[in-house]
């Protein structure tokens, strides 16, 4: 499997947008998971990469989009409206198969370096 590269990372006003992206192939399950100093990691969406279907954190919902574009092998995060909350490390994570309990860290085997969203 290719490694994982995200990028989109940033600085951002209160209310502001990002688009992270993910360059993920092979993989039948794409994740972000988000981390925020001494705070466990946590999932914020998931998107099954055959179906299309997806998945949101509660703290997400309404706000964020997890998309693909399978031409380009990449997976995104829009995000909208975003809160200072929202600032964390933001690591893209991937499988090889759909189960549950796609926002628990431990079911993924593969992970991106991360890139830094900070709201203000």
């Known amino acids: 499997h290719v490694q994982l590269v995200e990028s989109g990372g940033g600085s951002v006003q209160a209310g502001g947008s990002l688009r992270l992206s993910c360059a993920a192939s092979?993989?039948?399950?794409v994740a972000w998971f988000r981390q925020a100093p001494g705070k466990e990691r946590e999932g914020v969406a998931r998107?099954?990469?055959?179906?299309?279907?997806?998945y949101y954190a509660d703290s997400v919902k309404g706000r964020s989009t997890i998309s693909q574009d399978n031409a380009k092998n990449t997976v995104y995060l829009q995000m909208n409206s975003l809160k200072p909350e929202d600032t964390a490390m933001y690591y893209c994570?991937?499988?090889?198969?759909?189960?549950?309990?796609?926002?628990?860290?431990?079911?993924?085997?593969?992970w991106g370096q991360g890139t830094q969203v900070t709201v203000s």
């Open positions: 994570a991937a499988k090889t198969k759909v189960d549950g309990a796609w926002y628990r860290v431990e079911k993924y085997n593969y």
């Open positions: 092979g993989y039948s399950c």
């Open positions: 998107i099954a990469t055959g179906s299309g279907n997806t």
